[in-house]
């Protein structure tokens, strides 16, 4: 890395090797690492869950993350551009891109949500510390009888108020709610009571979108160059705010309690027997290290040629899992201290997902001296670890337009980036309305689950069985060096064999699919099939693009169907310093005027013999 230079002028390269670390730490930990690992290891056996974790991430989430990062490199290319190295495979590049443009409205509310908690919390005392008399006998201190489901016209309801007037609605239900769960669901969310119940925008959390979509904009103004040097301090500042909150939570009176409790003395080892604590530890790896989004393909195609990508892989992969490890010590120590508080057990404070993020954490820390520090700090944590991740997501969109149409965009990337961003605000505003909250959760549950998990079951087997592993671990040792096949051995059985076979099981787990809900509230009909129609959606350009493909190729079937599995001539090292003798363009010149000759001399002997 050459300061003030780029190696690869057309595109681009990083500033630094440190902003292109960074930027891959920033894009693998998000908000999975600080609410979804405590609660996984919680349910699978606390401690015990870190073997499958580690096998995990050993077998399949540091191949597959290797894999990914050296495809981008190689070709200096984003998701889509890199199948050119399989042309037949095509779609799943853009599948990758779909993905990932759905996801980005829905983790843009949610940087939202932290973005709202963070401004609310700058007032003493805490809004969510005790109940109001608006909450009336539904309010409880205490995380006993906290139950969503409310009788109300025969229906299942959430309570629900206005914030302005204060008025409440919904009044006869009769289930007892803590004051952060009341805060989040009448007045954060104003929570209505499904998916067909829109009712009008939430304002308060419209404003923290269109700040978010603001702050996202001028990261990604100048692409790379200017991500990169944000990422310095929404990279390393999480892990400041991870520290100072675990120094306070271990210092409080019950925390070894609930650090006994994630990762202690009750650590079920029985738990090891399960199939499904295999599968959390599997899932859990590819939602981290965000396998099979297309980031890691768009983040390293701005590498040099000859970075070493293998001890990246390493660094990223090792930092994200340390990460997790640390930020279930600091929640779970705080857990343990409002547990004591409240003279319950800690599974009765431990929620999964929001719940973790917006209900226990925050009534925990409102127990806390000088509550509203500890908050601010807590919630600008979550929003630069969300902001990381969708900075990179945002830059899988970018980089593909660029890549397919750099003369029209290379001049016009504020352009393009500010045009992106506007869009995205729009596609979100249905999920800062009334019924957002289950818009979210149906884009997660659908798009960025066992979708992924097929992507990348075809990106496996399409590099390692029809472009060839042995090839593509050429193409690897042109960029890091020529290393022993003993070297070699491990990541061959991986990418041939063990992570293909772990990722057909854990598909084949859909058998046992189940309708998802929010707080006990099913989805009507329609809803689901929207979920399935979202799913077809991202799964349908793979078949349409290489029909398309097989269509505009030339020759008898057969011929299409070979050519189109075999690299294009458009499949090689951006720059041709970078090309050697296996992708140089004489080389390819002469194979194409032999093929040529061969095609006449064929044609010749037969027209001679007709």
């Not at 005392?125 to 969503?148: R, V």
Request: hydrophobic content about 45%.
């Amino acid at each position: 890395y050459l300061r003030g230079r780029d190696e690869n002028t057309e595109r681009g390269n990083w500033t630094s090797k440190k902003e292109y670390i960074l930027s891959m730490i920033g894009y693998a930990v998000g908000l999975g690492n600080i609410w979804r690992f405590p609660y996984l290891a919680y349910k699978n056996g606390g401690g015990a869950f870190l073997i499958p974790y580690f096998v995990m991430l050993v077998v399949v989430g540091i191949p597959l993350f290797f894999l990914e990062s050296a495809f981008g490199q190689f070709c200096s290319q984003g998701p889509v551009n890199v199948w050119r190295a399989v042309p037949l495979i095509q779609g799943t590049g853009v599948a990758m891109v779909v993905v990932s443009l759905i996801v980005s409205i829905y983790y843009n509310v949610i940087i939202a949500y932290s973005l709202y908690y963070m401004f609310a919390s700058m007032q003493c005392p805490l809004p969510w510390s005790g109940c109001s008399s608006c909450d009336g006998s539904n309010c409880s201190t205490t995380p006993e009888g906290a139950n969503l489901k409310c009788n109300y016209s025969g229906e299942i309801k959430a309570p629900t108020s206005d914030p302005i007037s204060g008025i409440c609605e919904n009044s006869s239900c009769s289930s007892i709610q803590t004051p952060s769960e009341l805060y989040w669901d009448n007045v954060a969310l104003q929570r209505s009571g499904g998916l067909d119940e829109t009712g009008p925008v939430v304002w308060h959390l419209a404003l923290c979108l269109l700040l978010t979509s603001i702050l996202v904009t001028a990261a990604l103004i100048r692409g790379i160059k200017s991500s990169g040097k944000v990422v310095y301090f929404t990279a390393t500042f999480p892990y400041v705010v991870i520290v100072i909150l675990l120094i306070r939570g271990v210092t409080l009176e019950g925390a070894k309690d609930g650090i006994d409790f994630y990762i202690g003395s009750q650590s079920n080892l029985t738990k090891l027997t399960e199939v499904q604590v295999w599968k959390d530890a599997a899932t859990q790896i590819f939602y981290s290290l965000s396998i099979g989004w297309g980031g890691l393909m768009a983040l390293a195609s701005y590498n040099n040629f000859h970075n070493n990508v293998f001890k990246d892989s390493f660094v990223v992969t090792l930092t994200n899992a340390g990460t997790s490890v640390l930020a279930g010590f600091a929640i779970f120590s705080i857990l343990g201290h409002m547990a004591h508080i409240y003279k319950t057990p800690v599974s009765k404070v431990v929620k999964e997902g929001f719940g973790l993020a917006f209900i226990a954490y925050p009534d925990a820390l409102s127990k806390l001296p000088i509550s509203p520090l500890w908050s601010i700090l807590f919630f600008f944590m979550l929003l630069t670890v969300g902001l990381d991740s969708q900075f990179a997501g945002i830059e899988v969109i970018t980089t593909c337009l660029l890549d397919a149409f750099p003369t029209v965009f290379k001049s016009k990337h504020a352009l393009l980036t500010v045009t992106l961003c506007s869009i995205l605000y729009l596609l979100g505003l249905p999920c800062v309305t009334r019924a957002g909250i289950y818009w979210v959760t149906l884009i997660d549950q659908f798009v960025a689950s066992w979708v992924l998990l097929f992507l990348v079951l075809l990106e496996i087997i399409a590099i390692s069985y029809i472009y060839g592993g042995n090839r593509f671990i050429k193409d690897i040792e042109m960029m890091i060096g020529m290393k022993t096949s003993t070297f070699w051995l491990w990541w061959r059985a991986c990418w041939f064999f063990i992570s293909p076979c772990i990722i057909f099981l854990l598909i084949s787990s859909l058998v046992y699919f189940e309708p998802p809900n929010y707080g006990g509230i099913p989805y009507p009909d329609w809803g689901m099939t929207l979920g399935w129609c979202m799913i077809a959606f991202v799964l349908m350009w793979i078949p349409v693009v290489a029909g398309y493909k097989l269509i505009k190729a030339k020759g008898n079937p057969w011929k299409r169907l070979k050519s189109l599995c075999s690299p294009s001539e458009e499949w090689h090292p951006y720059l041709d310093v970078h090309r050697g003798e296996r992708y140089s363009e004489e080389r390819c010149h002469r194979r194409n005027n032999s093929k040529n000759k061969a095609e006449v001399n064929l044609n010749v002997i037969s027209s001679s013999w007709l």
